[in-house]
């Protein structure tokens, strides 16, 4: 049984109220950070327990507090992304829905660190319900005085607000996001400045993931060093993950960084295994931008090594043989899955999804979607393989934002591991979909 | 700072870009711009022909950059060291890019008024490929009349913003913007509003497509035929020096006067540009210097004179008779 140090408590009838979540021992970390520690100290421990960005990049996030710019007399901003948009990850929805306090007293947490006066909680449009159990969650932390003037008798005061987006993939990207907060078209800014410099309202403004944010209240309750010992390497502490796919038991789990990705599958502890008996074939391991691994390769490394869940681990071999952690959206597909019909599920969202600044990423998507298409109506060529692997290439790396290589990675990954199914496809003119969600689909139809 | 591109060295005061620098090296270095404005703030950063191999970040960190960048909106740093035409990768990733920009664009040159002066002719021309692998329908939209003097051909667009950021930055109210996303972008005046200001006329100048057209010069006359000169008159709106077109005696359109790099001198206003098509309107100072490579020199109505003196020179000195003199 692995720690659990964000939602060991989500079990817990109601919860997501104060008084429950005070009896939980629930905003003990802002009364020792507000009390006993400066901000600089709060920082340190941050630091110390090697938490990085939970959101997908995998940045330090110690590393990122310590550029944040404090020029005298310019407020300085938190802003939480909780535009979770990322197909196949979840677990931001989950831990908002169940345990909103954790994420308020993590804001509160942080803010004092960064010396922010107000903080944002950006929230994707889609998940409105969600936006109103944190406003909940907030008025009643106003109520209960752990935000407003003088939280706690000292003389740190703090706002929180919740933003609901307008449900576009691209304000999940930090800059498209401070964008969209201002109230403009949600394009992503041209960087540098960063917005560590100028961010909200050209202030100096820290974005950090929901996780991330909850993850800074364990650290400072038991110190980073502490929370540092969890994990392996440079993969610390604990992870929430979003398992989806055809697995026996769905859903958000909290791991330690670092047990095995075939533990992970097979235990009956997470993800109990393929579901109707099948055999697994491939596995998105980070959320969909991330390149799609088969079985050998996810269960293995190329060196032979099993594959353990940390950033390390599942980096190992480029993406040559290997993938990324990512955000931890964790979908895994058994035999009868079209890779193909999969790619062009991918491709169609970050099509629908592109911000249309820039041309690579514009016209690329939609040439993508349209030639995978062809793969679908049984009309593609062998030459359009080809074609796929030249404009992905020429997509990546091109781009203002990561869009374009979140979009260019599963099509550049699926063609280097299941070409034989592209070629199968344009050789017998024919695409045969055998998947238990089609079938399924023809029984009741 | 000192900054080497392709090899040459130059020194440029700190806050200059690396595409002005490579500008003022001269043209053999300059990379492409298509979005990239000098008189409009924050334009540029989205067509991506620009782009460049950062080799070395600077004196201080000799790294270099990862991936390739936007060389109109990067910063030189001291010591850097920037790859343009010499990184095969560059000239490929920019073919690649002029692709994506192309692969929407309807190739309807024969009919667009911008062909002879559009950058996108120059730019598939010196970096895309004679074919296309494109092959589903084209992005289509109606054509829109901005007022009775602008016509709005989204289908030409390539979303280069420079019109948004002209209506931004030169006129007084904002009227015009960018609508829906991805590749459904659209510039747009939300329900066709006229764009009711004096300097509305520029957005056509900095178009660097034929999206953006003159609809009192629409379908006039191909622009290879018509003569530019620069002409000014005294104007209490703008600064009133402009570049008119002729054929023959008649003024067929009016201009800003433009740069080596395609760039307005200065933004003229709309009664110079719509409402003074008599050649008695203007003070006119002689022919408009335009570059050896594009059509319109084809005419080769600027070194006319200079051009028979050279030949008869030659004639003279392979015993012709005198051009002038033939029988």
């Given at each position: 049984m692995g720690r659990k140090l964000l939602i060991h408590n989500d079990k817990v009838p109601n919860i997501h109220t104060l008084e429950v979540y005070r009896a939980h021992g629930g905003y003990a970390s802002v009364e020792k950070a507000l009390k006993n520690m400066t901000p600089d100290q709060v920082t340190d421990e941050v630091k110390k327990s090697g938490l990085r960005g939970r959101g997908g990049a995998g940045f330090p996030t110690g590393l990122k507090w310590s550029f944040l710019a404090k020029p005298e007399g310019v407020p300085r901003y938190l802003v939480c992304n909780a535009d979770e948009s990322e197909p196949g990850t979840f677990k931001d929805r989950y831990l908002m829905e169940v345990i909103p306090h954790a994420?308020?007293?993590?804001?509160?947490?942080?803010?004092?660190?960064?010396?922010?006066?107000?903080?944002?909680?950006?929230?994707?449009?889609?998940?409105?319900y969600v936006a109103r159990i944190v406003e909940a969650a907030i008025k009643e932390a106003y109520a209960a005085g752990w935000l407003g003037k003088n939280i706690l008798g000292t003389d740190f005061s703090h706002d929180c607000y919740v933003q609901v987006g307008g449900g576009a993939y691209i304000c999940g990207e930090e800059t498209a996001l401070l964008e969209s907060l201002e109230g403009k078209r949600g394009n992503p800014r041209i960087k540098p400045p960063f917005p560590a410099v100028a961010g909200l309202w050209g202030c100096p403004t820290v974005v950090n993931n929901v996780e991330t944010i909850a993850a800074v209240c364990p650290i400072v309750m038991m110190g980073g060093e502490e929370y540092a010992k969890i994990g392996i390497g440079k993969s610390?502490?604990?992870?929430?993950?979003?398992?989806?796919?055809?697995?026996?038991?769905?859903?958000?789990?909290?791991?330690e960084l670092g047990i095995p990705v075939e533990e992970f599958i097979y235990s009956e502890e997470y993800c109990g295994g393929i579901r109707n008996g099948k055999k697994m074939k491939a596995v998105v391991a980070g959320g969909s931008s991330v390149p799609i691994l088969p079985t050998e390769l996810i269960l293995k490394t190329a060196k032979g090594e099993p594959r353990l869940m940390t950033y390390e681990?599942?980096?190992?071999?480029?993406?040559?043989?290997?993938?990324?952690?990512?955000?931890?959206?964790?979908?895994?597909?058994?035999?009868?899955?079209?890779?193909?019909?999969?790619?062009?599920?991918?491709?169609?969202?970050?099509?629908?999804?592109?911000?249309?600044?820039?041309?690579?990423?514009?016209?690329?998507?939609?040439?993508?979607?349209?030639?995978?298409?062809?793969?679908?109506?049984?009309?593609?060529?062998?030459s359009d393989v080809e074609l796929l692997w030249d404009i992905q290439s020429k997509i990546e790396g091109k781009t203002i934002c990561p869009l374009g290589e979140a979009a260019a990675w599963p099509v550049a990954a699926a063609i280097r591991h299941f070409k034989h199914e592209f070629l199968e496809i344009a050789r017998n003119k024919k695409f045969v979909d055998v998947s238990h969600y089609n079938r399924l689909n023809k029984v009741t139809a | 700072?000192?900054?080497?591109?392709?090899?040459?060295?130059?020194?440029?005061?700190?806050?200059?870009?690396?595409?002005?620098?490579?500008?003022?090296?001269?043209?053999?270095?300059?990379?492409?711009?298509?979005?990239?404005?000098?008189?409009?703030?924050?334009?540029?950063?989205?067509?991506?022909?620009?782009?460049?191999?950062?080799?070395?970040?600077?004196?201080?960190?000799?790294?270099?950059?990862?991936?390739?960048?936007?060389s109109c909106r990067t910063e030189v740093m001291d010591g850097m060291e920037v790859q343009n035409f010499t990184s095969p990768e560059i000239v490929e990733a920019r073919k690649g890019v002029v692709e994506f920009l192309l692969i929407n664009h309807p190739l309807d040159c024969p009919v667009c008024d911008q062909a002879g002066?559009?950058?996108?002719?120059?730019?598939?021309?010196?970096?895309?490929?004679?074919?296309?692998?494109?092959?589903?329908?084209?992005?289509?939209?109606?054509?829109?009349?901005?007022?009775?003097?602008?016509?709005?051909?989204?289908?030409?667009?390539?979303?280069?913003?420079?019109?948004?950021?002209?209506?931004?930055?030169?006129?007084?109210k904002r009227l015009h913007g960018v609508v829906h996303r991805g590749d459904a972008s659209e510039i747009s005046t939300y329900i066709e509003q006229v764009i009711d200001n004096d300097f509305s006329g520029n957005v056509i100048d900095v178009?660097?497509?034929?999206?953006?057209?003159?609809?009192?010069?629409?379908?006039?006359?191909?622009?290879?035929?018509?003569?530019?000169?620069?002409?000014?008159?005294?104007?209490?709106?703008?600064?009133?020096?402009?570049?008119?077109?002729?054929?023959?005696?008649?003024?067929?359109?009016?201009?800003?006067?433009?740069?080596?790099?395609?760039?307005?001198?200065?933004?003229?206003?709309?009664?110079?540009?719509?409402?003074?098509?008599?050649?008695?309107?203007?003070?006119?100072?002689?022919?408009?210097?335009?570059?050896?490579?594009?059509?319109?020199?084809?005419?080769?109505?600027?070194?006319?004179?200079?051009?028979?003196?050279?030949?008869?020179?030659?004639?003279?000195?392979?015993?012709?008779?005198?051009?002038?003199?033939?029988?």
């Amino acid at each position: 049984m692995g720690r659990k140090l964000l939602i060991h408590n989500d079990k817990v009838p109601n919860i997501h109220t104060l008084e429950v979540y005070r009896a939980h021992g629930g905003y003990a970390s802002v009364e020792k950070a507000l009390k006993n520690m400066t901000p600089d100290q709060v920082t340190d421990e941050v630091k110390k327990s090697g938490l990085r960005g939970r959101g997908g990049a995998g940045f330090p996030t110690g590393l990122k507090w310590s550029f944040l710019a404090k020029p005298e007399g310019v407020p300085r901003y938190l802003v939480c992304n909780a535009d979770e948009s990322e197909p196949g990850t979840f677990k931001d929805r989950y831990l908002m829905e169940v345990i909103p306090h954790a994420l308020i007293e993590g804001m509160i947490t942080s803010s004092y660190a960064l010396g922010a006066k107000a903080s944002y909680i950006y929230i994707r449009g889609e998940y409105f319900y969600v936006a109103r159990i944190v406003e909940a969650a907030i008025k009643e932390a106003y109520a209960a005085g752990w935000l407003g003037k003088n939280i706690l008798g000292t003389d740190f005061s703090h706002d929180c607000y919740v933003q609901v987006g307008g449900g576009a993939y691209i304000c999940g990207e930090e800059t498209a996001l401070l964008e969209s907060l201002e109230g403009k078209r949600g394009n992503p800014r041209i960087k540098p400045p960063f917005p560590a410099v100028a961010g909200l309202w050209g202030c100096p403004t820290v974005v950090n993931n929901v996780e991330t944010i909850a993850a800074v209240c364990p650290i400072v309750m038991m110190g980073g060093e502490e929370y540092a010992k969890i994990g392996i390497g440079k993969s610390t502490g604990t992870k929430l993950i979003s398992a989806s796919g055809h697995i026996n038991k769905p859903g958000v789990y909290e791991i330690e960084l670092g047990i095995p990705v075939e533990e992970f599958i097979y235990s009956e502890e997470y993800c109990g295994g393929i579901r109707n008996g099948k055999k697994m074939k491939a596995v998105v391991a980070g959320g969909s931008s991330v390149p799609i691994l088969p079985t050998e390769l996810i269960l293995k490394t190329a060196k032979g090594e099993p594959r353990l869940m940390t950033y390390e681990s599942l980096g190992d071999g480029g993406f040559q043989t290997g993938t990324m952690l990512g955000s931890g959206g964790f979908i895994v597909m058994d035999e009868d899955t079209s890779i193909v019909k999969n790619l062009f599920t991918f491709t169609r969202f970050y099509h629908h999804e592109s911000c249309g600044q820039c041309s690579p990423c514009r016209e690329g998507t939609g040439w993508m979607e349209k030639i995978l298409k062809k793969f679908l109506n049984g009309t593609a060529n062998e030459s359009d393989v080809e074609l796929l692997w030249d404009i992905q290439s020429k997509i990546e790396g091109k781009t203002i934002c990561p869009l374009g290589e979140a979009a260019a990675w599963p099509v550049a990954a699926a063609i280097r591991h299941f070409k034989h199914e592209f070629l199968e496809i344009a050789r017998n003119k024919k695409f045969v979909d055998v998947s238990h969600y089609n079938r399924l689909n023809k029984v009741t139809a | 700072m000192k900054v080497t591109i392709d090899g040459v060295e130059i020194d440029v005061p700190k806050g200059t870009t690396i595409l002005q620098a490579a500008r003022m090296i001269g043209p053999s270095v300059a990379p492409p711009a298509m979005c990239y404005y000098t008189k409009l703030k924050t334009s540029g950063g989205y067509c991506r022909t620009c782009i460049v191999k950062v080799t070395k970040g600077s004196t201080a960190n000799p790294n270099p950059m990862p991936k390739p960048v936007a060389s109109c909106r990067t910063e030189v740093m001291d010591g850097m060291e920037v790859q343009n035409f010499t990184s095969p990768e560059i000239v490929e990733a920019r073919k690649g890019v002029v692709e994506f920009l192309l692969i929407n664009h309807p190739l309807d040159c024969p009919v667009c008024d911008q062909a002879g002066e559009c950058k996108l002719q120059d730019l598939g021309y010196e970096n895309g490929s004679a074919k296309t692998r494109y092959e589903f329908k084209r992005r289509e939209f109606e054509g829109i009349d901005i007022g009775d003097k602008i016509k709005l051909h989204m289908t030409r667009c390539i979303l280069c913003y420079r019109c948004v950021k002209t209506a931004e930055q030169i006129t007084e109210k904002r009227l015009h913007g960018v609508v829906h996303r991805g590749d459904a972008s659209e510039i747009s005046t939300y329900i066709e509003q006229v764009i009711d200001n004096d300097f509305s006329g520029n957005v056509i100048d900095v178009c660097p497509v034929g999206a953006l057209t003159d609809r009192t010069f629409r379908f006039k006359q191909r622009v290879w035929f018509t003569k530019p000169v620069d002409a000014h008159r005294n104007c209490d709106k703008c600064c009133g020096k402009t570049r008119v077109w002729l054929k023959g005696e008649e003024v067929v359109r009016v201009t800003a006067r433009k740069d080596m790099w395609d760039e307005v001198e200065e933004f003229i206003c709309n009664s110079c540009r719509y409402d003074h098509k008599k050649k008695s309107d203007w003070v006119i100072e002689g022919p408009s210097h335009i570059s050896r490579a594009s059509v319109i020199s084809q005419g080769h109505y600027e070194h006319l004179n200079e051009l028979k003196v050279e030949a008869m020179k030659h004639q003279k000195a392979l015993g012709f008779m005198d051009i002038d003199k033939r029988p």
